[in-house]
């Protein structure tokens, strides 16, 4: 399905949609205003639904709050973190050595290496990692009938975070939440819950995909010795690395950002979107489509230019995508260069992916060396 289409689809729960696919359909999914994310929320798409979160927000709104959580990302915020976890990984890595195989990498290192970095970045404690994450997860998983558990962990954190904003306002500090908070209240730009629902965003947003990156990557390398071995002699290819497997490996499931409502008839290759109409956009067929990426199909670290759409396009195009590059370049290098014979202890068929909203999470990725 990597030429451009447009079709309807029918989901399991009987909701009726359009499906785009197609490189080019897909990036106007992305950069086409027409196509609304807070009118999907309205029609209770899948996600977090709290109508403040930036994810869910349309222009001008979006614009407003984006221009506020962009701060964290700044390129002196995302270079200042670099040291820092390059010594957390090669502590993770030497921990890891210094253990019995199997070791199992999700608790061991990929779950440990973004959400030091989303810590650090916000000026979060380390320590409150288990309580936030274990809130976000449980908030992000794709819900059966009882919706009740979802919301009680959507309440949860937010009452969390607001007690960090309330601790950051009494007592400010250097990091960013401070800042966020000075500026929104300063300006009179950010009310008090567009201020907590953007901290979430950033959070959750923060850790949870690269966590699912981050093991998705490591299996595909661990099924691949010669692409390991390549890496581990040339470590100048881990920036082209990671890119390559941001477009080949998809991490990514059709729910959160991927799915919109076109507010008119939109025309994309293929067909008609109708005003009204709810969409899903694929994003394994923009990335594998063959009229923008020569053999698709193949992992090739050598790949230029490489315009792939994992981070999105457009004004939601990913605020933390630069950290996210930060972060797999740099666990990815501290694995490959501590451990030459890294291995899956168990066969590839046999593990599993926790149910998320957003990512194809794995539940253990087990290894040996």
């Known amino acids: ?48 639904d709290n109508p403040e979160l930036m994810i869910n927000m349309d222009p001008p709104d979006h614009t407003r709050i984006r221009r506020f959580a962009a701060h964290a990302f700044a390129p002196r915020q995302i270079e200042r973190l670099r040291q820092p976890l390059m010594d957390f990984a090669t502590e993770l890595c030497a921990e890891i050595a210094d253990s019995q195989p199997p070791v199992d990498l999700v608790p061991r290192f990929a779950n440990l290496l973004p959400i030091r970095a989303i810590c650090d970045l916000l000026g979060i404690p380390f320590a409150d990692r288990q309580r936030f994450a274990h809130l976000g997860d449980a908030a992000s998983v794709i819900p ?63 850790y949870q995909t690269t966590i699912g ?63 009204g109409g709810a969409v899903i956009a694929s994003l394994k067929s923009a990335n594998l489509d063959p009229a923008r990426f020569a053999d698709p199909e193949r992992l090739d670290f050598d790949r230029t230019p490489n315009r792939h759409l994992s981070f999105g396009s457009g004004s939601h195009y990913c605020l933390g995508a630069q950290l996210a590059r930060l972060e ?17 202890a168990v066969p590839a068929q046999e593990l599993r992916y926790a149910p998320n909203l957003a990512m194809r999470n794995l539940v253990a990725l087990p290894v040996a060396w």
């Not at 954190?157 to 601790?167: D, K, T």
């Not at 201020?195 to 979430?200: C, E, G, P, R």
């Not at 797999?328 to 899956?344: D, N, P």
Request: aromatic share 8%; hydrophobic share 40%; with cysteine.
């Open 144 to 206: 059966g009938g009882d919706t009740g558990p979802v919301r009680q962990a959507e309440a949860q954190l937010g009452e969390y975070v607001g007690q960090l904003v309330e601790s950051r306002r009494r007592c400010p500090t250097d990091d960013f939440l401070s800042t966020l908070i000075t500026a929104g209240d300063k300006e009179d730009q950010l009310s008090e819950s567009e201020l907590i629902s953007t901290v979430i965003s950033i959070l959750v947003a923060g």
């Open 213 to 275: 990156q981050f093991s998705s990557f490591v299996l595909e390398l661990l099924q691949r010795p010669e692409q390991w071995a390549r890496l581990r002699a040339e470590p100048a290819l881990f920036p082209s690395a990671i890119e390559e497997l941001l477009r080949y490996v998809h991490s990514s499931t059709a729910g959160a950002s991927l799915f919109r409502v076109a507010t008119e008839d939109v025309q994309l290759d293929g067909g008609t979107v109708p005003a």
């Open 1 to 48: 399905m990597a030429d451009g289409t447009v079709r309807p689809v029918k989901l399991a729960d009987g909701q009726r949609l359009w499906l785009v696919s197609g490189y080019d359909n897909v990036r106007r999914f992305f950069t086409d205003d027409r196509f609304s994310r807070a009118r999907a929320i309205q029609m209770g798409a899948p996600s977090f």
């Open 328 to 344: 797999l370049q740099i666990g990815i290098a501290a694995l490959v260069s501590q451990f030459e014979t890294m291995r899956l």
